[in-house]
């Protein structure tokens, strides 16, 4: 069974962010020595939703009128490319009330853009079965989101949470952050909630499952699971 381990310390950590506040540390809460040296020099990314449309890949490709070309390439139904063959001829020879024409390679100077007559119900339910398959994924991973100035009830109530997702087989995102419009934390506070977490963390006999990155005091994020 691996544990959590190469704990950096805490109160150094914290001694550095607050001794010298002009300075923005990020640092690495734990490291494995099977994984590489981070760079440090690295901001935490937040993840940006994806619209439906985009996050199935149709809704940024032309269709029917909107694609800006004279003449096209067909996908038939052999997989293979018909010949070059006007836009506003290919628009003519399907029913349009149930399939759509899609542009599924770039305009290219000199050459025509590949396109697919695609069925509207068929696409519908592929749609309908990705949103299903990440609706899945989703309820699959939780996410724990702790203030960093959290009263004690509530950090109590969070930590098993924490310990009942992990003892699940869950994977947790343990968000720690600052929300808008809350007090400043302390040295203090910061200090215990990230012990807190941790230990928490290690009596699960859970381990982190990438490397992790932040600012103490304003936004850290731990994915962990147990093994």
Sequence with gaps: MKHICNLISTTQALRHVFVSPSQFIRFQLFR?????????SRFLHVKRRLSPAQSTGTGSQPRDEEI???FVQVVNENNSLDPPIRLRDVLHTFNRSENYLQQV????????????????????ELERSKAK?????????????????????????RLKQLTTFLEKGRKVEVVLTRKRGKRAPTVEEIKHLMDSVISTIKEANAMQIRPIEGEPGKHVVLIVKKE
């Design 133 to 157: 398959a990440a609706h899945a994924a989703k309820a699959a991973n939780k996410q724990i989101e702790l203030n960093w100035a959290i009263d004690a009830h509530d950090l109590d109530h």
């Design 105 to 124: 390679s770039p305009t290219l100077p000199g050459k025509p853009p590949v396109c697919k007559i695609v069925n509207r119900v068929a696409m519908r």
């Design 32 to 40: 494995s020595t099977t994984l590489p040296t981070l760079n440090q």
């Design 68 to 70: 800006r070309a004279e």
